[in-house]
């Protein structure tokens, strides 16, 4: 069973620092990895998705890097802001006998505080 | 980017009663939809797959006769809470892909708080 952990559980910075989320998984078996940004009470916006044979992603200040031998990935925020306060999960689609369902394994996530 | 609509947002209702949430995607047809549940200070718990024309497959603990699901067409999954209790109260979250294949990128509803008094 995949099992998806997130560190650190909770990161405050100041503005402008550039910050490291960290995810590690049990089952390196993926189809892909998705980086999602939820705000309190609210749902899931996708931010980058790695296939399984890539090994990093980027979109503007963030890159999202895969290296499934270790079970890891990272995600980087570079020149933080005050916007990207909220809470960052890694999501896992596992695949069995090289067939993806689409089904996701979320890790707890990571609360970052980013204040001005 | 595609859409996912749910309904309604919020919802409160009282122990025993059952309440559905819908679960649209808006701007493309979707065989799959999947269903998470999210209590407080926790992560998303993948609860079914919602399946077009079939029966839905239920993870493991989660009671099918408890959570009704409902994809009657290629852009609407319904989750039926029946006789729900306080222990229901959560946060309900769908989420469907537009791709052609299952691997693809998820686009994930707003999400439902639903509260059980």
């Known amino acids: 069973k995949q099992e998806v952990t997130q560190i650190p559980a909770a990161l405050s910075v100041p503005e402008g620092e550039n910050l490291v989320l960290n995810c590690s998984f049990t089952?390196?078996?993926?189809?892909?990895l998705q980086w999602f940004r939820q705000d309190p009470g609210k749902g899931l916006t996708s931010l980058l998705l790695i296939q399984s044979s890539q090994r990093e992603q980027t979109s503007g200040r963030l890159n999202a890097s895969l290296d499934k031998s270790s079970g890891r990935s990272t995600l980087y925020i570079a020149a933080s802001q005050p916007g990207d306060s909220a809470t960052y999960l890694c999501?896992?689609?596992?695949?069995?006998?090289?067939?993806?369902?689409?089904?996701?394994?979320f890790g707890q996530g990571t609360i970052l505080t980013v204040h001005p | 980017g595609a859409v996912v609509s749910q309904h309604p947002s919020r919802v409160i209702c009282k122990s025993g009663t059952s309440v559905k949430i819908e679960c649209r995607s808006l701007?493309?047809?979707?065989?799959?939809m999947f269903w998470y549940r999210q209590f407080p200070k926790q992560s998303l718990m993948l609860m079914a797959t919602s399946n077009e024309g079939s029966k839905a497959t239920y993870e493991q603990g989660v009671e099918k006769d408890k959570f009704l699901i409902n994809h009657a067409s290629l852009t609407l999954s319904t989750l039926t809470v029946t006789s729900a209790h306080p222990e229901d109260s959560s946060f309900y979250i769908c989420s469907a892909n537009p791709g052609q294949g299952v691997g693809d990128t998820q686009y994930f509803g707003p999400g439902t708080r639903l509260t059980v008094l």
């Open positions: 701007d493309f047809q979707a065989t799959t």
């Open positions: 999501a896992l689609d596992t695949h069995a006998g090289g067939t993806s369902y689409g089904k996701l394994t």
């Open positions: 089952d390196s078996a993926i189809y892909n």
